[in-house]
């Protein structure tokens, strides 16, 4: 299993140092969708890291967010966000990473998170433990929901259909706040190593998340869907946490469901 780390890291090492390159010329965007934009380092960067992955795998299926798919013909699939947080990307907001990830019989075993401008690498492989930068990392032991800082994203598709923000009122109001930074993997690789005691997110790809999934159960985290369902990587629906406040987390979420308000919304004064 080593090999496909290994080799994991390696890709995106030189995938993230394309991206590095293509961030500090300020490229272009254009729209996928009304809200969803992709730029030439997207299709760059995935180019790239589907090209390295048939020449050492060419018997794995791929699937990539912006069309490099294959498939193969083992029992190996990879999971490729060839640069996750596009709309940071964009802006110059400094905050995207390359992910990668491969599953064997629909079971995740590798994963990579790699942040270029921090020169920031997240591992794991399954039964191996999770490392930033070959230091092995863990979540936190943040004990209650009052002691929690959590981190969220919203969808770019369909977005005016998503819930999320009864939910984030929730979570704001009850922990120490909730980032929104725009890289659900980088979220994911933060809950991993500590930074982050919790993440959820409504309408995830299995790209976004596939590699973060790995690391957060191999840093001692739990991952479910918002009611507590198994995780999946095909999600769509994720919720990632440190474990102890985990069933705190998905009893205020039931409440959110159910329309029970810990802490009303505050009414707009009207002149
Ligand atoms: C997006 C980012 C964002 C999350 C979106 C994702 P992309 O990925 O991870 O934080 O909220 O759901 O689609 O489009 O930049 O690869
Ligand atoms: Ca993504
Ligand atoms: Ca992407």
Known sequence: MA???ETAVDIAREAGSLLSHYYERRVAFELKGDFDL???ADRASEKLVVERLRSHFPSHSIVAEEGGNHEGTSEFRWYVDPLDGTTNFAH??????VTLAVEQAGELIAGVIFDPLRQEMFAAERGGGAYLNNRRIHVSRAPRLE????ATGFPSARRHKSINVHFFHQVAMITHGVRRGGSA???LAYV???RLDAFWEFGLNPWDQAAGILLV???GGRCSGMKGEPVSVRGPHLLASNGTIHAQTLELF???FNGRYRVPLPQIPQP
């Open 185 to 187: 993997a980088l979220d």
């Open 38 to 40: 992709v730029t030439e």
């Open 92 to 97: 110059g907001f400094p905050m995207f990473n």
């Open 254 to 256: 039931d409440d959110v």
């Open 3 to 5: 090999s496909y780390l």
């Open 147 to 150: 002691d929690s800082l959590f």
């Open 192 to 194: 991993a190593s500590g």
């Open 217 to 219: 159960h191999e840093a």
